[in-house]
């Protein structure tokens, strides 16, 4: 994971990348065995088109979160509560626009401390208000793609 962080109009415009895939506040919760489209190709609009791996479900083991980049060049984070439970958010902090990372039960901003729940994406500790916006994500054989 990359230390850098992000100035306001990279979030603003990292959140418009992500609008096509992304649902508020919760992330969605994907269940082994849904049916989800074909494709992997990258969409003109700069989102990823369905069906696009993120990572392996052996890359994310029960019970925790990593943190990944996109095809499109977003970071985000993936978690897995259970054996088929998958979840995954912009990584993008939503009080400044720096990069979060998944430390063991939780997710830290490191530039203002920050931390939210690396399952729901809720905030649990300021000075951010604001969950990480979720990103659709489905369990699809042995891997982890966006719906």
């Known amino acids: 994971m990359t230390g850098r962080t992000h100035s306001r109009r990279t979030v603003l ?5 992500v609008a096509g895939t992304a649902f508020g506040a919760a992330a969605l919760t994907a269940c082994s065995g849904e ?25 994310v083991p029960v019970g925790s979160a990593t943190s ?5 060049g977003q970071e985000a984070i993936l978690s ?7 979840t995954a958010f912009s990584a993008v902090c939503t009080h400044q626009g720096c990069t979060v990372v998944a430390e063991q039960s939780e997710l830290r901003c ?5 931390t939210f729940d690396p399952f729901t994406g809720a905030v649990r500790g300021g000075p ?6 979720g990103i659709e994500v489905a369990i699809e054989g042995d891997r982890i793609v966006t719906r």
């Open 35 to 59: 049916d989800s489209s074909p494709g992997g190709n990258d969409q003109p609009d700069g989102s990823v088109s369905p069906g696009t791996e993120l990572a392996s479900l052996d890359d």
């Open 80 to 86: 897995r509560r259970a054996e088929n439970e998958v």
């Open 68 to 72: 990944v980049t996109t095809p499109d």
């Open 13 to 17: 415009t990292t959140g418009a990348a």
């Open 128 to 133: 951010a208000e604001a969950p990480l916006p």
């Open 110 to 114: 490191p530039c203002h401390n920050s």
